[in-house]
């Protein structure tokens, strides 16, 4: 029943032929092919021929400075360390420019410009910034000096998703906080409200009516110029919704976690041609296949439980191995804790803060590592339309990068750096969060002493 | 038998009421009034011990020690007093309706929403206020402020009706409440202007046609006389009538045209400050005192010290220790801002008896870390008058000023010393009660 396939052959790359009824979505199939294509085409050259990458970046510099000298551009250089350009493969022994909050160059021996800053990564690994995805309320997101932002940072986080807005967290910095609207139309379609699923089915309906009636409208008017276009006034509220997903201006993104109300949305999104985001989808591995056909993604929380009712008959209840099964079919794969903000009452890690944790209990259903990494990077960034910023380490996207100590899932890796915008955000060292953990690397040494009351000296 | 015995009390009443306060009924105080006090604090960095201040017409004219006057200058005697500048509430609520407004308000003034028989003046006479300014309550923009005398010899009189705007900027709305309003006032300006234009315009275009008029009248006259008719005189040129402005914006639209009107910036944190200097950065006719909330879990102003010590705006803070954000840590939010080389004013935390009470020992412990007591005094007085927009005429004891004075019985930076009299343009017009 599950075919597992590589992230390369997933279905909704081939769905161009699938049917007509998609053309909608083709186009964007095909920009993503595009994309795809393209990360796959750079990290060979970045990886194979580096020194042809350092000789663009430096080209591109070169222009630049002739054009005009610009005493304020800001560089930072990060040296050395185990590169994970997007999750899937690895890159050693490079050193990442950065210029002005963009990545420049990628290679092994780049000349290091006067006055830019430099990171030994050496011994660390380096990540795309980590990607929160619906998060309803990380209050800290603006306020640029709270607590809750250095939790974040801390936890390798650098873009979030608060309310509707894309922000990230650039500590101490107006400049470049604020990324934009998400794409998604919150909506719901559940089985606890009858009426409302009937009111916006009829507005869907009304609204492929709709086109139809326009599409006959543009012959007629090839045939007689004095054709009357049919009215569009009436097209609010629901019917605005309808009309702007099947446009393909939103997304949809819809709460579902089980087989009975994940199935009717996904045959509505196939029969009206939108694009889809289940969040929760507890039972997604149920059927995958429907959600895989609907081109839908799912933001999943492996950790939550969704308990087996007895007396429905058939396979139902949350499995561990739901990531991996829904990845498996090629449905992007995006992980959220189960609370959305950063709070110190998360039990067990359970908040926004240990995100790469959350991603890691999905590796342990089964889930591939490099897919378990994308699924808090590169998906959430594409699912939020900002793919061509955030989510890998790419020349030209966003100067965004967690530097761990360790691999990124391992329950005791902890993140040295912060990187937002080419600037250092958080530093383990300099802050007094985890500063006495493993201070410099070693696990051997003493804490600070002046750390009260995280550590409590030899006293105690 | 109840109607004479009742106006008869009533009769009595007033007549110990005023006898017991001569000055309030006096009807022309004496041209020149000398207080001999056992101190004067200036508030300019000067302390004269014994002090002696010459008041003529209400106005200060000399302080000094040991000064000559005139015999015939009525003598108040506080050998036993310390006199100083009385002193400036910036930011009160005092026996206000809880009303609240939310986004750009400008327009609204508390001078409308104040009925002073409702409040109790005398409270905050007799801990030294002489001047208050009653702030409108809400976010973003609220309103102006009303400032009032809160004693004299008619009462409590109203100075300003429409003092500075509040402007609160934290990490909401509060930043594009504020950028709203001043892209309104200058797109109102831009209309303004264009308006004025054109009606120029038109004015040229109707005079020529009068000229044409004329001249053709002329014509047609000197062609036939016989018929003779007489143009009517020209009508008068419509005056220009200006486009209607929000009064909302009015506020804004008067200070980018230069006009008096006077802003203050309550922050709620760091990120405000940096909010505030993005929207201002466009702006650079907009200034006005900073006015650093300490909020509930204290106050990460450190993280915006270096740009406060470039720009050095008047930060008027509340006396006492602050908790540094997220630490156990006490300290001073003055003292920062004053290393920082800011001036500072303060205000009460709040308008409850023990706020107020407390204000000037509060102060003092401030002073003492660090502060000075020249800054100190300065802070309380002129500075805190610098926000009311009145540090031309009250807040220090030098040549000119008005004679708004306290007398307290006691150092007023230590705690326990109580304001005995106060004075308002030369009158003693409140005195403590025994």
């Not at chain 1, 009712?309 to 949350?318: E, I, P, Q």
């Not at chain 2, 009538?241 to 802003?263: A, S, W, Y």
Request: hydrophobic share 40%.
């Amino acid at each position: 029943m599950i075919g597992v396939r590589t992230p390369q052959s997933r279905p909704e790359q081939s769905s161009v032929e699938e049917s007509p009824r998609k053309m909608g979505k083709s186009k964007n199939t095909t920009a993503r092919l595009a994309l795809l294509l393209a990360v796959v085409a750079v990290l060979p050259v970045v990886s194979a021929f580096p020194a042809r990458a350092f000789a663009q970046g430096e080209k591109a510099d070169d222009k630049k400075v002739d054009e005009e000298k610009e005493p304020e551009d800001r560089y930072l250089v990060i040296r050395g360390g185990v590169l994970h350009p997007s999750g899937d493969e690895t890159v050693e022994g490079s050193s990442v420019l950065c210029k002005n909050g963009k990545i420049v160059a990628i290679g092994p021996h780049l000349d290091v410009p006067e006055g830019a800053e430099v990171i030994d990564a050496d011994g660390h690994h380096l990540y795309p910034g980590l990607v929160g995805i619906e998060t309803r309320s990380i209050v800290s997101s603006t306020d640029l000096f709270s607590l809750n932002m250095s939790l974040g940072l801390a936890a390798g986080l650098t873009t979030v998703v608060s309310g509707g807005t894309v922000y990230k967290l650039s500590y101490g910095e107006l400049e470049g906080n604020r990324l934009g609207r998400t794409p998604f139309a919150v909506i719901r379609y559940t089985t606890r409200d009858p009426a409302g699923r009937r009111r916006l089915r009829g507005a869907f309906e009304r609204m492929w009516k709709h086109q139809r009636d326009l599409e006959a409208y543009e012959i007629e008017k090839a045939k007689d110029p004095k054709a009357k276009k049919p009215d569009e006034r009436w097209i609010r509220g629901d019917f605005q919704t309808a009309k702007r997903l099947m446009d393909g201006d939103t997304v949809a993104l819809v709460r579902a976690n089980t087989v009975q109300e994940i199935r009717p949305l996904t045959d509505l999104a196939r029969k009206y041609d939108f694009k889809l985001v289940v969040q929760g989808a507890a039972e997604g591995y149920l059927c995958a296949g429907d959600l895989a056909r609907a081109g839908a993604s799912c933001i999943v929380t492996p950790r939550a439980r969704l308990d087996v009712d007895s007396t429905v008959l058939r396979a139902n209840g949350s499995s561990p191995e739901n990531a991996k099964i829904l990845h498996a079919h090629g449905v992007p794969v995006v992980v959220t804790p189960s609370r959305g903000g950063i709070s110190l009452m998360g039990l067990g890690g359970r908040d926004l803060a240990h995100l790469p944790m959350e991603a890691a209990f999905a590796v342990r259903g089964g889930l591939e590592e490099s897919a378990a990494i994308q699924s808090i990077t590169t998906e959430p960034a594409r699912m939020i339309g900002l793919a061509h910023r955030i989510g890998t380490i790419e020349v030209g996207k966003d100067a965004d990068f967690a530097i761990t100590d360790g691999d990124l899932l391992h329950y005791m890796s902890l993140v040295r750096w912060t990187i937002v915008n080419g600037r250092i955000a958080y530093d383990k060292e300099k802050d007094s969060l985890y500063n006495h953990i493993r201070p410099n690397g070693d696990a051997d040494s003493p804490p600070p002493d002046d750390h009260w009351p995280r550590s409590l000296g030899e006293d105690w | 038998m109840g109607f004479p015995r009742v106006s008869l009390t009533l009769l009595t009443v007033i007549t110990i009421l005023l006898g017991a306060r001569p000055s309030a009924v006096a009807a022309d105080p004496p041209a020149m009034v000398v207080i001999e006090a056992g101190r004067v604090i200036t508030a300019t960095g000067q302390e004269y011990s014994p002090g002696t201040v010459v008041i003529e017409d209400g106005e200060i004219v000399l302080v000094g020690t040991r000064l000559e006057y005139p015999a015939s200058a009525e003598v108040i005697e506080a050998r036993d007093l310390t006199v100083m500048p009385g002193l400036t509430h910036s930011q009160t609520r005092l026996d206000l309706a809880p009303y609240r407004r939310a986004g750009s308000k400008a327009g609204a003034q508390v001078a409308h929403e104040i009925y002073p028989s409702e409040i109790d003046f005398d409270r905050l006479v007799e801990h030294g206020f002489l001047y208050a300014a009653f702030s409108p309550a809400g976010t973003g923009i609220p309103g102006r402020a009303a400032v009032y005398r809160t004693a004299g010899a008619d009462g409590p009189t109203l100075v300003n009706d429409s003092a500075y705007v509040r402007v609160v900027v934290g990490t909401g709305s509060g930043r594009r409440d504020l950028e709203r309003a001043l892209k309104g006032a200058e797109a109102a300006i831009a209309a303004r202007t264009k308006a004025k234009e054109e009606w120029d315009k038109k004015q040229a275009e109707a005079k020529k046609k009068a000229e044409e008029a004329k001249k053709k009248a002329a014509a047609s006259k000197e062609s036939d006389k016989s018929k003779g008719a007489p143009d009517g005189p020209p009508s008068p040129p419509a005056e220009f009538v200006p486009p209607k402005i929000d009064p909302n914006l009015q506020p804004f639209v008067d200070r980018l045209d230069g006009k008096e009107q006077d802003f203050i910036f309550e922050l709620t944190n760091a990120t405000g400050y940096l909010n505030l200097e993005a929207v201002l950065e466009e702006f650079e006719e907009f200034d006005g005192p900073l006015f650093l909330n300490q909020g509930f879990r204290g106050a990460d102003y450190e993280h915006v010290l270096d740009r406060l010590a470039v720009t050095k705006p008047l930060t008027v803070v509340v006396p006492g220790l602050s908790r540094r954000s997220h630490t156990i840590n006490l300290y001073s939010p003055a003292l920062d801002f004053h290393t920082a080389g800011c001036s500072v004013a303060f205000r009460p935390n709040g308008d409850s008896t023990t706020a107020l009470r407390d204000y000037l020992s509060l102060v003092g412990n401030v002073a003492r870390e660090g502060l000075g007591r020249d800054a100190a005094f300065a802070a309380v007085t002129v500075e805190a008058a610098k926000i009311l927009g009145l540090d031309d005429t009250i807040g220090t004891i030098e040549k000119g000023k008005r004679a708004d004075l306290i007398f307290l019985d006691g150092d007023p930076l230590v705690s326990g010393t109580k304001v005995k009299r106060a004075m308002i343009g030369g009158t003693v017009v409140w005195e403590a009660k025994k």
